[in-house]
């Protein structure tokens, strides 16, 4: 069974550019969370997507945009890169009906921004 | 404000030994309580959580946890560690609705 799949591992982008983040989540969850991990700190909430729809949103500016789709799949967009920007990204998802069940995370990926 | 304190941010312990993890936590309600565990360059893995019920609950990897609700404290425990535990912890809370806010972690070394 595979778990939550991000996509690309790695990425390096300029500053003002737009990147999108891919993640699928695992089989049988309906819910994806993004997170931000920057360097010697803990994941911090970006925005959680139930049935194609943002349900929450954490401190983060408009520049970072999501979107789910129907195989519950998830995309993440941040526009106008910032050098601050540089992080690891994290997907997690969850069963829907139950939002504290414990997410599963996918192995992130490294966002380099220069 | 909700949040979460990891007061160590870097622990040294020789494989065998056992560990104590702090973690303490600021939330209004009954919390969701969870510990995860990094490698490096890796996601998150969930090792355990609290909802309600008995207040030390087991985990995975021979972790345990108990919940304080006096200290509003949330430690993890292992009585004997390996060197593979070796990696980085965090405590999370589930805060309000739907979202988890993570401790800023504390790094495990352990020495052969």
């Known amino acids: 069974d595979a778990g939550v799949t991000q996509s690309p591992t790695h990425l390096i982008k300029t500053r003002g550019q737009q990147v999108t983040l891919r993640c699928s989540p695992k089989s049988g969850h309906d819910t994806v969370s993004w997170y931000q991990q920057a360097l010697g700190q803990g994941p911090q909430f970006i925005f959680q997507y139930y049935e194609e729809e943002e349900r929450q949103r954490g401190n983060f500016p408009d520049r970072f945009s999501g979107h789910q789709f129907p195989n519950y799949s998830s995309e993440l967009n941040v526009n106008a890169l910032l050098l601050g920007d540089s992080a690891l990204y994290l997907c997690a998802s969850s069963p829907g009906r139950d939002p504290f069940y414990g997410y599963t995370f996918g192995s992130g990926t490294r966002l380099t921004v220069v | 404000a909700q949040s979460v304190t990891q007061p160590d941010i870097h622990i040294t312990v020789s494989e065998g030994a056992s560990l104590e993890l702090r973690c303490n936590y600021s939330y209004g309600a009954t919390p969701y309580l969870f510990w995860y565990v990094q490698s490096p360059g890796q996601g998150l893995q969930l090792l355990l959580k609290y909802f309600s019920g008995d207040t030390l609950v ?54 052969a």
Do not use: M
């Open chain 2, 58 to 111: 087991q985990g995975i990897k021979g972790f345990e946890a108990e919940f304080k609700r006096s200290q509003s404290s949330f430690n993890l425990r292992k009585p004997s560690v390996h060197w593979s535990d070796a990696a980085e912890y965090f405590c999370a809370v589930g805060a309000g609705t739907y979202k988890y806010i993570f401790g800023t972690g504390t790094r495990l070394k352990v020495l």
